[in-house]
């Protein structure tokens, strides 16, 4: 092992644990600084986001959209692309989704219904991630910045179609009709016996968010195309020469990962709200990108990291019921220091724990 | 009709100020090769602060200087992250946006109580318009009269601000040692590093300055636009400069063009709301609104010229491989 290198599990586990404790630290002295208990805070965020089922239930179901787009910006890296436009591509995915719904549900049962809602939300997604591919691959033009476009023109598009053109008719709401039973993911608690989740919105759609880690890791390490994927992301030089097409890359990994980003809407629009409405996504995009660096892009620390933000966003609503004092925006906070410590500041601990390793490591050298 | 003009045009001057004033900010910091998508979080923190300040303390200068401080404060994380650590600029610019936006609501909502926005300003908390001399006398003047005392007179200090930070940042950019250093720092920080100057201060100071003006645009918003800070006042403006920027090909004097540009779509759609243009209908106003954005992909794209960013931008330096 060469200077300056860590062995694999301080680098996956223990750096990351260690930043995530920075940023839990910082938002315990920002608790303290607006006058309540940090440790109390932390004892009702737990017990509200996993002490009954109800909690465990709206924290999976907070989780099956994290690990969505988490998943869409994850795919992304692997190609060292960075796709800042989930919160757009889901958007325009619900759109998708819903189309489905509507045109489906009064003639046939879900089942029907769901193999057309999730190409609807992945076609719809990944169209709205072609558009800056295409443009970073043949134009030159930056995908980060080009995503972040297309996510406000989403968002007007999506506002236009919702206030003047698919809302219910007769309304003044931004929505689209209730879909019926034919256009409804069943809820978890539906299927299993007992009452376990309550009135939570846990619904079939977290299976398929397994199912696309299981697909996304088959992809990404055991295919061609994922090969092509990471030698890409790794030196797009060398991918070159070993005659990969750098457009061809970048098109279907941005379409591949806006197509994900799609999917979150089958469990918030089919699984959940049962209707197409404004803003919908409200901010579950950009904090895929938190999840995406906490998981180091891989399905297994994605799922983990998208629980830790589904209980983040499940105990933080029941914290601020029980604290009023912490308004829904300290989930706010607590986001964005994940964020920067997970991911703009992962390296800040590095040096000092590289010294620390080799420094317990030279006398085993100078033994041997 | 002319009247009607020198009104959209008159609130398009003030729809630009904040957006030229975060759009000169992303300017020194891109230029110095630090990308920086929390131009949104800077200016919602600055507004925050400024809209607190000028609330306790009753004096807009205060509330502008805490504002600064705030966002300057902001710029100095995303260095500390992008600079020092040299960790993932969006990443950093993401992390501050969200912590701006959460923050400002929680604060807001502890020391005020008005459900995350600060107390109304009067009088002494807020920068009032200024009259410029002659202007009562030179309204009833055809067409030079109403443009003096319309579109010219009548703003407060901060847009007059806004619009001295153009020539002012030209000057900086173009004419000075700082200026052809950043700009260097931005292309190529290995031979800045080589002349024998640190890239890492010189990049801390692009930084600084984008905070800086980032305050101004942020206290513009909340204790000169309106009289006091609404919970994400900003609603995008910072993204809105990031576009402008662009659109610029960070340029000073495009900078102005292109935020004029955006502040006159701005002002058509508040104008346009719910009024039929001939012989086209009803514009909706979403079409505005994603207007600035549609234009700046279409410049990204390389249709209307090339926008060529800062060759190291975004590219943390590193001194030495070790």
Redesign the interface.
């Known amino acids: 092992m060469s200077a300056g290198q860590l062995p694999r599990w301080v680098d996956f586990g223990l750096i990351p644990a260690i930043n995530l404790a920075a940023a839990f630290l910082v938002s315990g002295l920002v608790v303290l600084l607006i006058g309540e208990n940090p440790i109390e805070a932390v004892k009702i965020l737990i017990w509200g986001s996993l002490g009954y089922g109800e909690g465990i239930g709206f924290t999976l179901f907070n989780a099956t959209n994290f690990i969505f787009t988490g998943l869409a910006v994850a795919v992304a890296f692997h190609a060292g692309l960075f796709n800042i436009g989930g919160e757009g591509q889901a958007y325009v995915g619900g759109l998708g989704v819903a189309l489905a719904c509507l045109a489906l549900d009064h003639y046939v049962p879900w089942w029907v219904t769901l193999p057309f809602a999730v190409l609807g939300g992945a076609v719809f997604g990944a169209a709205w991630a072609f558009i800056p591919a295409w443009l970073q691959a043949k134009r030159g033009s930056h995908v980060v910045i080009t995503t972040i476009m297309f996510n406000f023109i989403g968002a007007a598009l999506m506002g236009y179609l919702l206030v003047d053109v698919i809302s219910k008719p007769g309304s003044m709401q931004p929505e689209t009709r209730t879909f019926e039973e034919g256009g409804r993911l069943p809820l978890l608690d539906s299927l299993l016996p007992g009452d376990f989740f309550g009135t939570s919105q846990v619904n079939l759609a977290l299976i398929l968010a397994l199912l696309a880690c299981v697909f996304v890791w088959v992809l990404i390490w055991r295919t061609r195309l994922g090969y092509e994927i990471r030698t890409f992301g790794a030196n797009p030089t060398a991918a070159v020469y070993a005659g990969i097409s750098p457009v061809r890359i970048i098109i279907i990994t941005m379409m591949i990962s806006g197509g994900l980003a799609g999917l979150m809407a089958i469990n918030e629009i089919m699984g959940a709200q049962n209707r197409l409405l404004l803003e919908f996504v409200s901010g579950y995009g950009f904090v895929g990108i938190a999840v995406a660096l906490m998981g180091r892009a891989h399905p297994v620390g994605i799922v983990l990291s998208a629980i830790l933000f589904g209980m983040l966003y499940q105990g933080g609503a029941e914290l601020s019921f029980e604290m009023p004092a912490i308004t829904r925006d300290m989930i706010v906070v607590i986001q964005g220091l994940v964020i920067l410590f997970a991911g703009a500041l992962e390296y800040m601990f590095r040096p000092a724990l590289v010294q620390m390793f080799s420094f317990a490591r030279t006398p085993a050298t100078q033994a041997g | 009709m002319f009247d009607t003009l020198i009104l959209i045009l008159d609130s398009t001057v003030r729809l630009s100020a904040p957006l030229l004033l975060a759009c000169l900010a992303g300017l020194y910091s891109e230029r110095s090769g630090v990308v920086d ?1 929390g131009l949104e979080g800077k200016m919602l923190g600055a507004a925050f602060g400024a809209g607190a300040v000028a609330y306790l303390t009753a004096n807009a200068w205060l509330g502008l200087l805490a504002g600064t401080g705030v966002a300057v404060g902001l710029a100095l ?1 995303h260095g ?3 600079i020092t ?8 610019g ?10 400002t ?3 807001g ?2 020391w005020f109580r008005q459900g ?1 926005r600060t107390p109304s300003l009067s009088g002494g908390g807020r920068f009032g318009n200024i009259e410029l001399p002659f202007a009562a006398e030179m309204a009833h003047v055809p067409v030079i009269g109403p443009i003096y005392s319309e579109l010219i007179s009548g703003h407060n200090i901060l847009v007059y601000i806004a619009f001295a930070m153009v020539p002012l940042t030209w000057w900086i950019l173009f004419r000075t040692r700082f200026g052809l250093r950043l700009r260097a720092v931005g292309e190529n920080p290995a031979a800045v590093d080589t002349a024998g100057i640190s890239v890492t201060w010189l990049r801390y100071r692009a930084v600084i300055a984008c905070g800086i003006l980032c305050g101004i645009a942020g206290s513009y918003l909340s204790i000169a636009q309106s009289s006091g800070f609404i919970k994400d006042m900003t609603a ?1 403006r910072g ?1 809105i400069a ?2 402008a920027l ?1 659109f610029a090909k960070w340029k000073p004097g495009n900078a102005m063009w292109a935020c004029l540009l955006f502040g006159f779509l701005d002002a058509l759609a508040i104008r346009l709301q719910g009024q039929e243009i001939p012989g086209i209908g009803q514009v ?1 106003v ?2 505005f ?2 207007l600035p ?2 234009l ?2 279409i410049l ?3 249709f209307i010229g090339k ?1 060529i ?1 800062p060759k190291a931008s975004g590219v943390p330096y590193l001194k030495e491989r ?1």
């Open positions: 998508i994380v500390f992250a992008s650590n040299r960790g993932n600029q969006i990443v950093s993401v992390a501050i946006n969200f912590l701006a936006l959460g923050l609501a929680l604060l909502q502890t995350g995008g993204y990031l576009a662009i909706p979403q079409f609104q994603a954005y549609i700046t992909v990204l794209a390389g926008a960013p070790t």
